[in-house]
């Protein structure tokens, strides 16, 4: 006697090799068991799902969900589990005197599962050049401070699962900052042992003396942005150092964003043989009401590009869960990980996909979620606005929406 049975769904996890017609049963927080079709068998709900999808709950691996805090914040329940994300890694809106208030009231109180990236600045993400104090979280070196900052790491292992730090000139004094800021979050990841992650659009170092500081199991984020400090030189060919780091063990990571996704270099780039090994969205404050939307929108835009079904959803399951550590537990439908599970329809028609430098493609299909389920438990799922034109008409997302049940 089971809890829930999905029953009869195209059962997809990349993880596992699994891409077959069954049914999944779930009882408490776990999922108990895979089904064959036509099994017999009992569960207090049965959701009928055939000819929808069933695949592990998906993990965004750049968000910014510091709601009230970071001006980039936004809250995240209704904007990532409420379309699928059921795991997020927030990527450095909290640095080490700001973590202390991210743990407390965004990670202990969501129901999304929240995980971060500490800021090598210890204020995190709070003004920036989008607001009127135009004041980038590098521009003071002081705030790097590497002894707070691994304190804090040490302090909070269960949560905090690496290091970010944005390159970009005119967040850092300039470019001046820039250096200095990535060693000391260099030396920092090495103390706690933990992964890097580097932001590079506009940085005024070369990516070659970037590279250089990257390990493997470092990720490269916003890695298709199209602006200074890319993967491509001027003919779209992907650098052999990238492609040698690549093969290393880094990481590239889509992390869309609003101004760091480009239709051209992703295409040139797959086509080159260098894809994204993760796919996140870098949801935030200036981008949810498009061009990214949610995640699920940013992968619709790799199933336009081409790629196959189960490699797009490999890369916001197996393979972010594996960067995590936590691939027992969750992006997979292994019997005894958390029930995250997401049910999506793929939809025929004309969908309007648009990058971050205003390139807009029309994709013939998209995935849709239908039923979200975290630990077991139903959320609900909010609706995607047909396009960006929405902008300035989309009502702004309640924060406390009932989302269970
Ligand atoms: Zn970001």
Do not use: W
């Not at 695949?55 to 969900?65: A, E, R, S, T, Y």
């Not at 979050?185 to 580097?198: K, S, T, W």
């Not at 949610?294 to 619709?300: E, Q």
């Not at 995590?324 to 996909?353: K, Q, S, Y």
Request: glycine letters at 10%; a negative charge; one cysteine or more.
């Amino acid at each position: 006697m089971y809890d829930l049975i999905l029953e009869n769904g195209n059962l997809l996890d990349p993880g596992l090799n699994l891409h077959k017609k069954a049914s999944l049963a779930v009882t408490g927080q776990r999922i108990a068991a895979i089904l064959e079709p036509g099994a017999t068998a009992q569960a207090t709900r049965t959701l009928d799902v055939s000819g929808l999808y069933v695949m592990p709950g998906f993990i965004d691996l750049h968000v910014h969900v510091f709601s009230g805090v970071s001006h980039y914040g936004i809250d995240v329940d209704p904007t990532c589990l409420a379309r699928g994300a059921t795991t997020v890694l927030d990527a450095g809106s909290s640095g080490a005197l700001t973590f202390p208030g991210f743990r407390k009231y965004v990670i202990d109180v969501c129901q999304t599962r929240v995980y971060a990236l500490l800021n090598i600045s210890a204020m995190g993400l709070i003004p920036g050049q989008e607001t009127s104090i135009a004041l980038g979280e590098l521009e003071d070196l002081r705030y790097c401070d590497t002894a707070l900052a691994t304190r804090i790491i040490e302090a909070n292992r269960d949560r905090i699962l690496g290091v970010k730090v944005r390159l970009s000139h005119f967040l850092a004094a300039g470019g001046k900052n820039e250096l200095p800021a990535l060693l000391r979050a260099r030396e920092v990841a090495d103390a706690v042992g933990l992964p890097l992650m580097v932001h590079s659009p506009c940085s005024s170092l070369s990516i070659q003396r970037l590279l250089a500081e990257l390990r493997p199991g470092d990720i490269l984020t916003h890695c298709f942005h199209g602006h200074a400090c890319g993967i491509v030189d001027a003919d779209l060919a992907v650098l052999p150092a990238v492609r040698k780091k690549v093969e290393e063990g880094l990481l590239l990571d889509v992390g869309h964003g609003r101004g760091s996704f480009t239709f051209e270099i992703a295409r040139a780039s797959v086509k080159q043989g260098v894809a994204p090994q993760t796919i996140s969205s870098d949801l935030h404050r200036y981008n949810l009401h498009g061009p990214v939307f949610d995640l699920v929108s940013t992968m619709n835009k790799f199933l336009h590009l081409g790629m196959e079904l189960d490699e797009v959803v490999r890369r916001v399951t197996s393979t972010p869960a594996r960067v995590l550590h936590m691939e027992n537990d969750i992006g997979t439908l292994r019997p005894g990980a958390f029930a995250d599970i997401v049910v999506l329809g793929i939809e025929d028609g004309e969908f309007r996909l648009t990058d971050t430098f205003g390139v807009t493609e029309t994709a013939r299909r998209r995935l849709e979620p239908r039923f979200i389920f975290r630990a077991g438990q139903q959320v609900g799922v909010l609706p995607l606005p047909v396009s960006s034109d929405d902008y300035f008409s989309r009502p702004i997302l309640p924060s406390q929406p009932a989302l269970v049940g």
